[in-house]
C-alpha cells in the first residue's frame, strides 16, 4: 500500500524556519527597557499593548535620553525583522490548515487558512503603527497611531487565539500528542479573552501559550506516523 510520507512535512520545515528567525529576534530585540507597564516583562510584547502616551514614555525613557534612542534603534530593527518573520508563521498556519483539511475532509477548517491570512494583515499594520510611534515619539504625536495599534494588535493576536481554538477541535482527536496541543490550544483562548478583559499579568501568559503553540505544532509536523494515502489521520474520538 502507498503511504503519504509525513503530511505535514513542508509545514515542519517552513516551522523549523520560524524558530530561526524567532531565535534572531532575541538578539535584535530590547530584552530590557526604561520601564515596565501593566506589569509586562517583555519589551516587545508592552509595547504591542501598550495604550497611553505616558505607558510609552514609561517603556521608552525620558525624549532625548541616550536609553530612549537605543530602545527605538532596537525596536525598529527588530520591527522591520518581524516583517520575515510574520510572513513566516504565516505561511506555517496555512499551510497547516490546508494539510489539516486534506486529511480530514472538514471543510469549515479552511476558516484556519483565512485567520492565518488575518494574523498576518493584522501583524503588518501593527508593525506600521509600531514604526509610526518610534519615528514620532521625540515629538509625542503619537495618539492616532496608539489608537490604531490597540486594534491591530488584536486583530493579530485575536486571529491567533481563534485559530488555535478551532484547530484544537481536530488535534483533539490526533493521539495523545495532539490532546495536548488541543489542551494548549484551548488554554491560549481562555487566557486571550482575559488579556482583552484585563491587560496585565495575563497578557504575557497569553503570548507565552502563543509561542508554545507553535512550537508543539512544528515538533507534531515532524512526529506525526505516515498514513495509508487512503486513510485520514482524523479518527473518531
Not at 488541543?182 to 502563543?210: C, D, P
Request: charged share 15%.
Amino acid at each position: 500500500m502507498r503511504m503519504k510520507h509525513k503530511p505535514f512535512i513542508i509545514s515542519g520545515f517552513i516551522g523549523l524556519a520560524v524558530i530561526l528567525i524567532s531565535v534572531i529576534s532575541l538578539f535584535i530585540f530590547p530584552q530590557t527597557a526604561p520601564g515596565q507597564i501593566a506589569g509586562i516583562r517583555s519589551p516587545i510584547i508592552a509595547f504591542e499593548f501598550a495604550q497611553t502616551v505616558d505607558e510609552i514614555h514609561t517603556l521608552f525613557g525620558p525624549d532625548g535620553s541616550p536609553e530612549q534612542a537605543d530602545m527605538i534603534r532596537k525596536m525598529d530593527q527588530g520591527n522591520i525583522l518581524d516583517y520575515l518573520y510574520m510572513l513566516l508563521y504565516s505561511s506555517f498556519l496555512f499551510s497547516f490548515a490546508l494539510t489539516i483539511v486534506k486529511q480530514s475532509g472538514k471543510q469549515w477548517l479552511y476558516l484556519g487558512a483565512v485567520l492565518a491570512i488575518l494574523a498576518l494583515i493584522g501583524d503588518a499594520l501593527e508593525n506600521i503603527q509600531l514604526l509610526t510611534i518610534t519615528a514620532h515619539l521625540p515629538s509625542g504625536d503619537i495618539v492616532a497611531a496608539l489608537a490604531r495599534l490597540h486594534w491591530f494588535t488584536w486583530l493579530k493576536w485575536g486571529s491567533l487565539a481563534l485559530y488555535f481554538l478551532g484547530a484544537s477541535v481536530w488535534f483533539r482527536r490526533n493521539g495523545r500528542f495532539g490532546k495536548i496541543i488541543a489542551g494548549l490550544g484551548i488554554i491560549t483562548f481562555l487566557l486571550s479573552l482575559a488579556s482583552f478583559i484585563q491587560r496585565g499579568a495575563t497578557t504575557e501568559s497569553f503570548t507565552l501559550s502563543v509561542a508554545l503553540m507553535f512550537l508543539l505544532m512544528i515538533i507534531f509536523c515532524f512526529t506525526t506516523k505516515s498514513i495509508p494515502e487512503n486513510q485520514s489521520i482524523h479518527r473518531p474520538a
